[in-house]
């Protein structure tokens, strides 16, 4: 991909709690004459983007329609608790979910876990948002669950979160819309995001190309003439003397007479 071929931008969406920050810095040094346009959306909203072109590729939060979208898992985030500072739960390092049993625990209408049965008690109405839900428990009124990187997103003074390891993790990933061949410039990303280096291959792996018979024909005169330099009776080497035996001394030329006779004594 060069010259006019390539394109002049490229758009990446991002839920929250999401950073970008590293992959952005390592494309600008990769690509300086493409330029990375970050596009902000809601857990709920990024898929749709995708699908509609409204960004060529996002980091999302799965699960995402693979049907319309393709995309490679990155990581799970840890689930956290967010409580007051001054809750009893702020003695332990880690909470189970048994002990929220007796907590209010609110569930936002964008919650992002994917709970098979709700811990705790129910709040009497759900709130509409996390940010929602995080005045809520700084009101005292319950607890909430959410991807670390969203406690730390929502940080008040008087809240703080400890990690629930028996809670849903949230998995991110990065998506793009399904099509038979991964434009370039996402395929660059997606190198980028995996750590591959600047000399590395791209996506999809080259198929090795098949000798040509004319390629086998040398390969095999090649072959030949090795295997002639190294044999005896046409102009190869001389034949070294075995290992730890001397040569016969004042033998005659041909190969007989290596030995002298002792003289008779007298």
Known sequence: MTGSDIPSSFRLAYVPGVTPTKWVRVWRERLPGTSLELVQATAAEAPELLAGGGADAGLVRLPVDRSVLSAIPLYTETTVVVIPK??????????????????????????????????????????????????LVAAGVGVLLVPQSLARLHH??????????????????????????????????????????????????????????????????????????????????????????KPPSGGRAGGQGGKRGKPRGR
Not at 86 to 106: F, G, N, R
Not at 213 to 242: E, F, Q
């Open 156 to 245: 008040r003074k008087d809240l703080t979160y400890r990690p629930v390891p028996e809670a849903p993790g949230s998995r991110v990933a990065l998506s793009w819309p399904e099509a038979e061949i991964t434009p370039d410039l996402v395929e660059e990303f997606i190198g980028i995001v995996r750590g591959r280096t600047v000399n590395s291959t791209r996506g999809r792996a080259a198929t090795p190309p098949r000798p040509t018979s004319k390629a086998k024909d040398k390969a095999k005169d090649k072959a030949k003439g090795k295997r002639a330099g190294t044999g005896g009776g046409s102009g190869g080497g001389r034949n070294k003397p075995a290992a730890g035996r």
């Open 86 to 135: 001054d809750h009893v739960a702020t003695a332990a390092e880690e909470v189970s979910l048994a002990e929220l049993s007796d907590e209010i625990v609110l569930h936002p209408l964008d919650d992002l876990l994917d709970w098979e049965t709700l811990p705790g008690r129910p709040a009497v109405e759900r709130p509409a948002t996390t940010a929602d839900a995080i005045e």
